[in-house]
């Protein structure tokens, strides 16, 4: 069944002038409901139900519900006001009488996700232009999906046809004043010098910025920010490699906040990146707890070195991410938590490193990405502390990307993302 993108400007324009209301009038209960049953309709797919359950605001649900809703066909927004019917009635009804329709009268049958088979759109079938916002009304046109739409449109896929394809920018911090009080980081030089030659073999103008102070910091980012040129350029890549505690990672003599990094990228702070990807990579702790594992008799144990140092990073969740599209942070370990490195290397980057030199030819980053949050899953520390001995690490991957980045054309093409 051909599923055409996109909602009649009449039915947008009504779901943005009732946010607020709709906002006022649903729970977050409500909110899992109407999810549940327009997968079952197959108006939403799985991955806008997780990006919609992702967030940490109810009213960003809202939001991004409605969002969504609006690049999901002409039927969408009555097939919202079906769900609303054994909902909210009256809101229902509400929006149907500003729509000229009248409510439906017959009791509605919704069958649970689990008795549906969704399936996803094949190269054959038949889309239409993705919407960024319920807010711009865009002239929506049936196209098929073709190698030439597909990057044309930039629908699917980012362009990433541009050689190079961008700067990527390490901060590693390895040596610390005496003033901050931080041990030195063993083996981030290995890490740093991993990702210099990955990401300049990926095409990349690769940046290395070793135990920078907190203004050499700042005047970096609000260079690469302010006066680079990022028109020429696919995508924007930045690697800190530090100490660190909540919200902030240390640079050699002090603590920078690493959301106003983030916010220097904005797309409307920084124009030339805007609706471009920029990726972050953050290997520091998150807080002061150790992971202590749960039993799976699936993944196996992957022992390290005894040298194993926790560290510290940021927590950038929730209202502190980039209100922006585009962002992918991905970040050592979840928050609250320690992150591991020894003498050869922090358990995150060097995962990232083999796993992306690895499947790069054929795989997308997300994809890449959630098979280092396996590598190091399987990861247990070994050290000579008993308190620090058989402790786990996960990776938190928070993505704001609107399509699947591949590091070059034909990696896409190998994938199946499309066909010439």
């Not at 779901?15 to 209301?21: A, G, P, R, S």
């Not at 100490?243 to 003599?253: C, L, M, R, S, T």
């Not at 399509?403 to 034909?410: K, N, Q, T, V």
Request: charged content about 25%.
């Amino acid at each position: 069944m051909a599923r055409v993108i996109g909602m009649s400007d009449k039915h947008r324009r009504i779901l943005q002038e009732n946010l607020i209301n709709i906002q006022s009038n649903l729970s977050q209960t409500d909110v899992d409901k109407i999810c549940d049953m327009l997968y079952a309709k197959r108006i939403l797919d799985q991955y806008a139900i997780q990006r919609i359950r992702s967030t940490n605001s109810y009213f960003r649900m809202i939001d991004i519900l409605l969002t969504d809703l609006a690049t999901c066909g002409s039927t969408a927004f009555d097939a919202f006001c079906e769900v609303l019917d054994a909902i909210n009635p009256e809101l229902s009804n509400n929006l149907r009488s500003q729509a000229g329709s009248s409510s439906v009268t017959e009791p509605m049958i919704v069958e649970t996700p689990d008795q549906t088979n969704i399936h996803l759109p094949s190269s054959a079938e038949v889309i239409g232009e993705e919407l960024d916002s319920i807010y711009p009304p865009l002239d929506i046109k049936k196209v098929a999906i073709t190698a030439e739409y597909t990057i044309k449109t930039d629908n699917l896929i980012y362009d990433m046809r541009k050689s190079p394809h961008g700067y990527m920018l390490i901060f590693n911090q390895e040596t610390f004043s005496p003033s901050v009080g931080a041990s030195s980081r063993e083996g981030s030089s290995k890490d740093a010098d991993q990702l210099q030659t990955l990401f300049t073999e990926l095409d990349y103008l690769v940046e290395r910025y070793d135990d920078y102070t907190v203004n050499e910091i700042a005047t970096k980012i609000h260079y690469y920010s302010k006066s680079v040129d990022h028109r020429k350029f696919d995508s924007f890549i930045c690697a800190f490699l530090s100490h660190g505690e909540q919200d902030f990672i240390y640079a050699k003599d002090g603590k920078v906040k690493i959301q106003n990094i983030f916010a220097k990228f904005r797309g409307d702070q920084c124009k030339s990146l805007a609706g471009k990807p920029k990726i972050f990579f953050i290997q520091a702790c998150r807080g002061e707890s150790f992971d202590e594992g749960t039993a799976d008799t699936v993944d196996s144990k992957e022992h390290v070195e005894e040298e194993d140092i926790p560290e510290d990073v940021p927590d950038s969740t929730g209202s502190t991410l980039p209100s922006e599209g585009d962002f992918l942070l991905a970040y050592a370990t979840v928050p609250g938590y320690f992150a591991w490195r020894n003498s050869t290397g922090s358990w995150f980057i060097q995962a990232v490193v083999d796993v992306v030199t690895q499947y790069h030819h054929h795989m997308d980053l997300m994809r890449m990405l959630t098979r280092v949050n396996c590598f190091v899953a399987q990861k247990e520390s070994q050290t000579r502390d008993r308190r620090k001995q058989g402790k786990k690490q996960i990776p938190s991957i928070i993505s704001r990307l609107r399509r699947d980045l591949y590091f070059s054309i034909e990696a896409a093409r190998r994938s199946g993302a499309y066909s010439s």
